[in-house]
């Protein structure tokens, strides 16, 4: 039994106002994220028997405003999802009748990791950064360019890099690594920042060096 | 913020020591010395040490963890970045004292 | 990139080369002279450190200026990342601005120093 069969409980049986957002309750949606005993974690796969013999605090996730009792506002989290431009850019698409771009299984474990996010937001409630200045990209909205920016279908860099090696992109992280820690998924965002991080250290040189040939 | 709080350490330790370098300069080797062996200056490069070498191991962990090293089939893991780069560092620091002060 | 970005971006490329710096280079300057010699452990040799390293003109030199400089923009730096953990944002700026004055007049200063003492490093040996 998990947390979320908790939530469900008292929802039927105690106070039927209680608000809370799930879904699949099997930890693929991203939808029950909470602070549980003052760790962000999905409250479906918090384990009741983690805290047996005590009293367990549900909270809302820090650092997002509050609508209803754990339901919280993401709308600046989404605004920085949709900021980074999840999708493939390609200079010129190709016509569908000569088919498919191939990839093969190097080129996917490049990149593969982070395309697992579930969106869950847990990693920015373990962010202090992100709870200090919200301004800051933080580590999903990273994980998720630096997704793109290793696929190799990808030829958007042009258009990411200005985006997450602004000020408030990667450079705002001090490499806390909570996000890393609290991630249901596996995705290791510090990592995909710290990668981020040295391409934008790189380009930077590259365009001092080079400035007609080298990195934008 | 154990490991922030190396920074703090390896900076001092490096201002005092651009001080000595200042006494050095203008032949004032003895007070140099003098100051380098207050027990309150040497408990604090006890620590900056302590710190310094905390800074070492999880920069090469996390050097190991970004940049791993593809040798054929196996990629590197970050324990292994740790152990290989301490004994570089060992390797480093005894050809200082070799090259730098026993010669 | 938009400029100050870049300008960051090569910041950070230098702090990273200072921590290399820092975790191969610091730990045996802050034991010779910090820890060995005032209290007479291995490898005590002849006099003191910073005089038997100085001694090696070019490469002494080169390794008090490199280690002492790469350490002491490390340390800075990355002391003012945590500006904002420490809850100093709002100081944030100014207390930036000491930083980097605190490391070009470091770095200045060590070369100084060491050229005070080594005036022929840059004449052949």
Same mark, same amino acid.
């Given at each position: 039994?998990?947390? =979320?069969? /908790?939530?469900?409980?008292?929802?039927?049986?105690?106070? &039927?106002? =209680? $608000?809370?957002?799930?879904?699949?309750?099997?930890?693929?949606? &991203?939808?029950?994220?909470?602070?549980?005993?003052?760790?962000? +974690? !999905?409250?479906?796969?918090?384990? !009741?028997?983690?805290?047996? &013999?005590? $009293?367990?605090?549900?909270?809302?996730?820090?650092?997002?405003?509050?609508?209803?009792? !754990?339901?919280?506002?993401?709308?600046?989290?989404?605004?920085?999802?949709?900021?980074? +431009?999840?999708?493939?850019?390609?200079?010129?698409?190709?016509?569908?009748?000569?088919?498919?771009?191939?990839?093969?299984?190097?080129?996917?474990?490049?990149?593969?990791?982070?395309?697992?996010?579930?969106?869950?937001?847990?990693?920015?409630?373990?962010?202090?950064?992100?709870?200090?200045?919200?301004?800051? !990209?933080?580590? /999903?909205?990273?994980?998720?360019?630096?997704?793109?920016?290793?696929?190799?279908?990808?030829?958007? +860099?042009?258009?990411?890099?200005?985006?997450?090696?602004?000020?408030? &992109?990667?450079?705002?992280?001090?490499?806390?690594?909570?996000?890393?820690?609290?991630c249901p998924k596996g995705v290791d965002p510090m990592l995909a920042i710290q990668k981020t991080k040295i391409l934008g250290a790189t380009n930077a040189l590259k365009s001092l060096v080079m400035p007609r040939g080298g990195g934008k | 913020m154990i490991r922030e709080w190396t920074s703090f350490f390896v900076a001092v330790f490096s201002l005092i020591y651009i001080y000595e370098l200042s006494l050095f300069a203008s032949g004032a080797k003895d007070s140099a010395l003098t100051l380098m062996r207050n027990p309150g200056i040497i408990a604090f490069n006890v620590l900056a040490l302590l710190f310094t070498l905390y800074h070492a191991s999880t920069w090469f962990y996390l050097i190991g963890k970004v940049q791993p090293i593809k040798l054929g089939k196996t990629t590197s893991k970050p324990w292994q970045a740790l152990l290989l780069n301490i004994v570089l560092l060992l390797i480093i620091s005894y050809a200082v004292i070799q090259i730098l002060i026993l010669r | 990139m938009p400029k100050v970005a870049r300008l960051h971006a090569i910041l950070w490329g230098v702090f990273s080369m200072g921590g290399f710096i820092a975790a191969f280079l610091l730990p045996v300057l802050i034991y010779l002279v910090g820890i060995a010699y005032p209290l007479g452990l291995w490898p005590v040799a002849n006099g003191d450190p910073t005089s038997d390293i100085l001694n090696h003109r070019h490469i002494g030199t080169l390794f008090l200026f490199v280690t002492v400089a790469g350490s002491l923009y490390h340390g800075i730096f990355r002391f003012q990342s945590t500006l904002t953990e420490l809850g100093l944002a709002r100081a944030k700026r100014a207390l930036e601005a000491i930083g980097y004055l605190i490391i070009i007049i470091g770095i200045l200063a060590t070369a100084i120093y060491l050229l005070q003492y080594n005036p022929s490093f840059f004449s052949l040996p």
């Open positions: 039994m998990v947390v =979320l069969d /908790a939530l469900n409980y008292i929802k039927a049986n105690l106070d &039927g106002t =209680l $608000t809370y957002r799930w879904s699949c309750r099997m930890g693929v949606c &991203g939808s029950c994220g909470a602070n549980v005993d003052g760790v962000p +974690k !999905l409250t479906c796969a918090s384990f !009741l028997h983690e805290f047996k &013999g005590r $009293t367990i605090n549900v909270e809302p996730l820090p650092h997002f405003p509050v609508i209803k009792d !754990l339901v919280i506002n993401m709308d600046d989290f989404m605004h920085k999802l949709v900021e980074i +431009k999840p999708w493939i850019i390609r200079d010129k698409e190709s016509p569908p009748e000569e088919g498919e771009y191939r990839q093969s299984a190097e080129e996917l474990e490049r990149y593969g990791q982070f395309s697992s996010c579930i969106n869950c937001m847990l990693c920015y409630s373990a962010c202090p950064v992100y709870g200090l200045n919200e301004k800051f !990209l933080g580590p /999903a909205a990273t994980a998720l360019a630096y997704r793109y920016i290793e696929d190799s279908r990808d030829q958007g +860099k042009d258009v990411r890099f200005p985006i997450v090696h602004e000020i408030e &992109g990667v450079w705002e992280c001090t490499l806390v690594g909570e996000c890393s820690v609290v | - | -």
